[in-house]
């Protein structure tokens, strides 16, 4: 969700992503960029470096294709979530006329921070949100309260239900990280259905990425491959 405002980043910053990044650093890239809702259309997808919260400091976000991105990110040690760079893509078909939506990804994520690699589906114009947390790192939370654990499309979780204030929100906690795997989002999706929390909803947009709250000191979060298949 965008909710604040943030100032560019100087274009140094850029040099000294390429210092920490070599060859795969944001100036060698196809794209980059550190706008506050830098973004870029590929392959049927949107990237959007989508720095959002308050206190946020500077972030790079750099991609060679949908697939193929990153992001580095010098985000004060403070609480609460300050962006969530991602890669989109629109489903925009009702669940009872998907016959597949699945997911995959691989990453390479730093072990100090604060932050989560995440999948963000929204339904119903955002009047739904469902998060899967496929790996987590430092002082990080889901909202709401504890519905239980279960298996399901191809991991097992804890699953947590509440609200943001603005939509209904159900996040998936992977019962242990992982930097790499396939998910069957539509699976997950009718197992909500089928407990009446929401009905036959249209599924939005499918994203993925980094939902950072502390990167202290600059931390480099890099997709080395991702896809959506429906």
């Not at 392959?43 to 949908?66: D, E, F, K, R, V």
């Not at 994520?109 to 999948?119: D, E, I, M, R």
């Not at 114009?125 to 790996?135: H, T």
């Not at 599924?203 to 939902?211: D, K, L, P, R, S």
């Amino acid at each position: 969700m965008i909710k604040a405002r943030w100032a560019t980043v100087p274009g140094f910053i850029l040099a000294l992503v390429v210092m920490l990044f070599g060859a795969s650093s944001a100036t060698a890239a196809t794209w980059s960029s550190s706008d506050q809702w830098g973004s870029w259309s590929n392959g049927g997808y949107t990237l959007y470096n989508n720095i959002w919260g308050s206190g946020a400091g500077p972030q790079t976000i750099w991609a060679n294709s949908y697939s193929n991105w990153g992001v580095w990110a010098n985000h004060p040690n403070t609480g609460g979530i300050k962006s969530y760079p991602n890669a989109s893509i629109p489903v925009n078909r009702t669940l009872s006329s998907l016959t597949t939506v699945r997911s995959s990804f691989n990453v390479s994520v730093p072990n100090s921070g604060a932050y989560t690699t995440a999948y963000d589906i929204w339904a119903n114009n955002n009047a739904y949100e469902i998060m899967l947390w496929m790996n987590k790192t430092g002082p990080v939370g889901p909202l709401g309260t504890s519905q239980g654990s279960l298996t399901l499309g191809g991991h097992s979780w804890t699953v947590y239900k509440g609200s943001n204030g603005a939509n209904a929100v159900f996040s998936f906690v992977r019962s242990g990280n992982t930097s790499a795997g396939t998910v069957d989002i539509l699976a997950i999706m009718r197992w909500i259905q089928g407990k009446g929390w929401f009905g036959n909803v249209t599924v939005g947009n499918v994203q993925f990425g980094y939902e950072i709250t502390s990167a202290s000191g600059g931390l480099n979060f890099v997709t080395n491959s991702y896809s959506v298949t429906k």
